[in-house]
């Protein structure tokens, strides 16, 4: 049974430049967060989808979206990129029922320059 | 939303000795308090979880304590192993559903042979 996979696992961007990271949930779940993780801290909420659709976001500005497919698998999509937006990003999923456990990823580290 | 603080942040044991990391919580309504492992390189894990219903929980050699009167849980690793040295994060919901988590800033486990 595979877990949460992301890709890709590493890139390095440019200022302004866009970016696209990817995520497939577990088997059998069909909620995705996005997490945001600095380096030495923990991470931090960015938003959640659930049948397509965001249901919850955190703190970050519009430069950040993202979408959900049929399948599950979701994307998270970051415009205008800065040196801050330099970090780990976690996709996690859970099941509909959710108990609150998360499942996460290893994660796509992203580097600005 | 909720705030966590999660001390220390860094934490060295002798092989064999016992570990305790101590979290505190905002939000009075959170019922739900899970502790994940970060190993380098790799997203967080979930390594034991508790409810409010219950004021601790044990797996094996890690157990969690929970007081809700006074909202701070903790981690307690007993009989160290070098494979335990990570950093480990508490975290609790907030949100709709309570499904977004609010994670502490980490402690960084090292257990020394």
């Known amino acids: 049974d595979a877990g949460v996979t992301q890709s890709p696992t590493h890139l390095i961007k440019t200022r302004g430049q866009q970016v696209t990271l990817r995520c497939s949930p577990k088997s059998g779940h069909d909620t995705v967060s996005w997490y945001q993780q600095a380096l030495g801290q923990g991470p931090q909420f960015i938003f959640q989808?659930?049948?397509?659709?965001?249901?919850q976001r955190g703190n970050f500005p519009d430069r950040f979206s993202g979408h959900q497919f049929p399948n599950y698998s979701s994307e998270l999509n970051v415009n205008a990129l800065l040196l801050g937006d330099s970090a780990l990003y976690l996709c996690a999923s859970s099941p509909t029922v959710n108990t609150g456990e998360l499942f996460f990823g290893e994660g796509s580290r992203l580097t600005v320059l | 939303g909720e705030n966590v603080e999660q001390h220390p942040s860094t934490l060295s044991v002798q092989e064999g000795d016992s570990a305790v990391i101590k979290c505190t919580y905002s939000d009075s309504a959170s019922n739900y308090f899970p502790w994940y492992k970060q190993e380098l390189g790799k997203g967080p894990q979930l390594i034991i979880d508790i409810r409010s219903n219950v004021g601790e929980k044990k797996d094996q050699r890690i157990a969690v304590t929970l007081n809700k009167t006074a909202k701070h849980f903790s981690l307690h690793i007993t009989e160290t192993q070098p494979e335990d040295s990570a950093v480990y994060f508490c975290?609790?919901?907030?949100?709709?559903?309570?499904?977004?988590?609010?994670f502490g800033s980490g402690t960084q486990l090292t257990v020394l042979p």
């Open positions: 975290a609790a919901p907030w949100g709709k559903a309570a499904r977004q988590l609010t």
């Open positions: 989808y659930y049948e397509e659709e965001e249901r």
